[in-house]
């Protein structure tokens, strides 16, 4: 079974400065990676995915994400956030079975 | 522009009370799912649908039901029997049975009770 991490509940960070979002996954299988974004009251919005091939992988937003196989890990990076990246942030796995598994989700404070 | 509709965005239930939550996409998905939101535990699958006329249960679908009679819609009722049914709704649709490809979400309905 696939299971998925997200380390930190919260994570509070001042405007323009760098950002990492944690994420590790646990499955037996390969996987299918995704990072979604939900501001306050809204769906979920994909941010950046990982299929196949280069293990970094750009999303909308100015966000980025890495594939470390080894480590079973996908953070998701952006080098200065503004106020408007406030907002929840969900890592999700595909892995054997037809169901996406998410994470239980980092809020992302920016602070001016 | 193609998406989800979720209706209404705010629904109070009655004790004893059905509801039942309105989800229609135009986006020619196969594949569409009901997830319930709250705070601190991520989204938790409570059903969902391949193809037309089939649906299976998720992991916590025990006071809900749901059917699929056409392809653009998967209504989600919530029966008396769910005895905490306050919560964050979201449905999402995708191309069907495929692990590569994402979900698309709507912008969800939050259930209160009276």
């Known amino acids: 079974a696939q299971s998925v991490t997200q380390l930190d509940s919260q994570v509070p960070v001042f405007e323009e400065a760098p950002v990492e979002l944690r994420c590790n996954y646990s499955s037996s299988v390969s996987v299918y990676l995704f990072w979604y974004v939900q501001y306050p009251n809204q769906g979920l919005q994909l941010l950046l995915k990982?299929?196949?091939?280069?293990?970094l992988v750009k999303g909308i937003n100015g966000f980025e994400a890495e594939f470390n196989k080894s480590q079973t890990s996908f953070h998701l990076r952006k080098p200065s956030v503004h106020i408007s990246d406030t907002a929840e942030y969900f890592c999700?796995?595909?892995?054997?079975?037809?169901?996406?598994?998410f994470g239980t989700g980092t809020r992302l404070q920016v602070f001016p | 522009d193609g998406g989800i509709t979720q209706s209404p965005k705010y629904l109070f239930r009655k004790e004893g009370q059905n509801v039942t939550l309105s989800c229609e996409q135009n986006?020619?998905?196969?594949?569409m799912y009901w997830y319930r939101q709250d705070p601190g535990q991520g989204l938790r699958l409570i059903y969902y649908s391949q193809i037309v006329n089939d649906f299976q249960k998720g992991d916590i679908a025990e006071g809900y039901s749901v059917s699929r009679e056409k392809k653009e819609s998967f209504p989600l009722t919530v029966t008396s029997a769910q005895k905490n049914p306050t919560a964050f709704y979201l449905c999402a649709s995708s191309i069907g049975r495929r692990r590569d490809q994402p979900q698309h979400f709507g912008d969800g309905t939050r259930l209160s009770i009276l």
């Open positions: 986006l020619n998905h196969d594949a």
């Open positions: 999700a796995v595909s892995g054997n079975t037809d169901k996406l598994i």
């Open positions: 990982y299929l196949s091939g280069s293990t």
